[in-house]
């Protein structure tokens, strides 16, 4: 028996399908580490990519929510602004709507007054006009009655009355 174990053995040797088995094997051995390596180098690149990804996307959204709150902020001051804005001018507006209404007020009461003066002048002017004119009727009315009702001695005797009365008044001072 021992004889027979021996040639199993070496009919395996010889046979050319141990040799492949051990070159495959070999061939296998020899690039299994190496392309394990390359596998390894691979999956540690993507998976450095991936988090470099996330972390990217995670400094985006903390970027978005600053943003989003600064924008909300200024949304919220712009409105404050707004009404501050409103609320000055309308102060603008009733400050010189009252400033208008005042100068206008006032340019009326001169206006008036200017008026009232010319008005008051006007009618002293007329009322004088009007006493001269009655002064002037009066006088030839009554120079052409006197003339046609009195004669010569009783014009005088009037004239002299009214002369009389005339110095009799108190004098002026």
Avoid: C, G
């Avoid at 027979?4 to 040799?19: D, T």
Wanted: charge should be negative; charged fraction near 30%; glycine fraction near 0%.
């Amino acid at each position: 028996m021992v004889v027979a174990e021996n040639e199993v053995h070496e009919v395996l040797i010889q046979s050319p399908e141990f040799w492949v088995s051990v070159a495959f094997v070999l061939v296998v051995a020899l690039l299994a580490y190496p392309v394990a390596k390359m596998v390894k180098n691979m999956l540690q690149k993507r998976v450095d990519s991936i988090i470099k990804e996330i972390s990217d996307a995670a400094n985006l959204k903390d970027d978005a929510q600053r943003l989003l709150v600064e924008y909300e902020r200024k949304f919220v001051n712009a409105d404050l602004e707004a009404n501050e804005i409103l609320k000055k001018s309308q102060k603008e507006i009733n400050a010189l709507k009252k400033n208008s209404l005042d100068k206008l007020k006032f340019e009326m009461q001169l206006r008036e007054k200017e008026v009232d003066e010319r008005l008051n002048a006007a009618k002293a002017k007329a009322q004088e006009e009007i006493i001269n004119v009655t002064t002037d009727v009066t006088m030839k009315a009554l120079k052409q009655i006197l003339q046609e009702n009195l004669d010569a001695k009783a014009q005088d005797e009037l004239i002299a009355n009214s002369i009389s009365k005339i110095e009799k008044l108190p004098k002026a001072q």
